[in-house]
């Protein structure tokens, strides 16, 4: 039996670790490893694909935080957003004007994403509103299996694969933030439990209602769902 002086220990090393970058970082790739490993013992991919899987489920285990205007996940996402709009904007003008010219407007291409957009990025969301919900679990997850069935030409069961593991990063975040909201050496609840782990946000319903909106959006565009539920087992 553990006694009361270890659960308040417990609790304290909980408080201190959990809910931070480097926790869902390591948490969301230690769990997207042992489940990568797992589907690819029952084939459902090769062997050599299980980094990309282990990469999307440990992305999937950030995106919850983009709505969070201080977060390490937001500047990383609108930062690598704006490196590949300034790489399309060359690759689309290189043999159109002098290259300085191309690279001014990258720049600028850049300059817009990072700044006007992020901000507005930044005024538009709240953090532990929409996006931490179930309607943002099937939004992220839907939007990985249509860019990679339609951006990157990849099969249907490749696709779903993709954002299926997505999908369980995101839920694996929302779930450590629901555990750090529990307080152990009291057995109680912070004012912060059940602001993760919802189905939408009570609060910001007209948010909730374009994100599901989108939702059902992707779910029609999306291909037809390779598999049924034996497979699995």
Known sequence: MLRTGNIQSFSLLINHFMANFNTHLFVAASASGIVALTASNKEFFDLLDMPWFIFLGTVGGLL?????DSSKPLHLLFNSLAIFIAILVILAYKDSYLMQHVFIIAMLAFLFVRVPILALFKVLTVHRGTFHSL????????????????????NSQFSWLSGLFISFGFIVHLLLDELYSVNLAGVTLKRSFGTAFKLFSWRYKVASFFMLSATVALLILSPTYPYQIKNWL
């Open 135 to 154: 309607f943002a679990v099937a939004f992220f997850g839907l939007l990985t299996v249509c860019i990679n069935f339609y951006a990157f030409n990849n």
């Open 64 to 68: 919850p935080d983009i709505d969070s």
